[in-house]
């Protein structure tokens, strides 16, 4: 997902001629007494959407293990667990924001992370974080941080131990976690469509993948080329494919 800081960086990167390497499966590097290793994606992107595009990787420390995740579904953690059987973490950064669609059991089991972090924004209109999937890592006895309750999360550790600071304790760690949608019988009412020739910025940005940076693009070209004919056509809007038009093409409209 594109954010105004990440494209500023490659503007930057431009405009000094900056070489860069985008790590691979297999890449190594040390800072200090820390290595990072990076798990996935291969050399090929073709056969992954965004999502499952995401960087993983490991951050050793002593004896410790970070493992960080982005955004990957199910499908990569089955992967990653063939391709790294003996795979550990004690501090985990829990995939897609504690989505569902991450998080296998066997997934989290593998790890048998200690901490258990969830990035995941205040009253956020994707559902995140899924209560199972918060209550899957405490069935493993990892302890569950989120950002949206705790505030500031800041890890510490000296490569044996760690320990975890927090802005703000909460009494309810499933406070506002959305209910698996088959077992939630509290009826919803239906959120009108938006309309992608008229939305805001603040309302674009609800969809499914699209950031502020993103929504911009819309509005620009809207503002360049008038209103959109067909649903189809803001896939002609940089940034935006046709795995993320899949998935609220439903939810817009032109009219």
């Known amino acids: 997902h594109s954010s105004k800081t990440y494209e500023n960086y490659l503007i930057k990167i431009d405009q000094e001629n900056i070489s860069f390497d985008t790590p691979r499966q297999g890449d190594k590097f040390k800072i200090g007494a820390i290595e990072i290793h990076f798990l996935h994606p291969d050399q090929s992107l073709n056969q992954y959407n965004l999502n499952n595009s995401s960087l993983v990787f490991v951050l050793n420390?002593?004896?410790q293990r970070f493992l960080f995740t982005g955004d990957i579904e199910k499908e990569v953690e089955k992967e990653l667990l063939a391709e790294n059987p003996?795979?550990?973490a004690d501090i985990i950064k829990v995939p897609h924001h504690g989505s569902d669609t991450s998080s296998s059991t066997a997934w989290v089991k593998s790890l048998e992370p200690k901490t258990a972090v969830i990035q995941v924004g205040g009253d956020n209109s994707y559902g995140?974080?899924?209560?199972?999937?918060?209550?899957?890592y405490q069935t493993e006895?990892?302890?569950?941080?989120?950002n949206d309750l705790n505030g500031n999360i800041v890890i510490t550790a000296d490569g044996r131990n760690h320990t975890v600071k927090i802005d703000r304790s909460s009494n309810n760690i499933m406070a506002g976690a959305e209910l698996d949608s088959k077992n939630n019988n509290t009826s919803k009412t239906e959120t009108s469509l938006i309309n992608i020739n008229s939305a805001e910025?603040?309302?674009?940005d609800k969809l499914w993948?699209?950031?502020p940076a993103t929504a911009e693009k819309i509005i620009k070209y809207r503002n360049e080329h008038g209103p959109f004919e067909k649903l189809e056509e803001i896939k002609k809007v940089n940034s935006?494919?046709?795995?993320?038009?899949?998935?609220w093409q439903d939810k817009i409209t032109i009219n």
């Open 209 to 211: 993948g699209i950031g």
């Open 86 to 88: 003996n795979l550990k």
């Open 240 to 247: 935006i494919d046709d795995y993320k038009f899949e998935r």
């Open 141 to 146: 006895a990892a302890n569950v941080f989120r």
């Open 201 to 204: 910025a603040a309302v674009l």
């Open 61 to 63: 420390y002593g004896q």
């Open 128 to 136: 995140h974080p899924k209560s199972k999937i918060i209550k899957l």
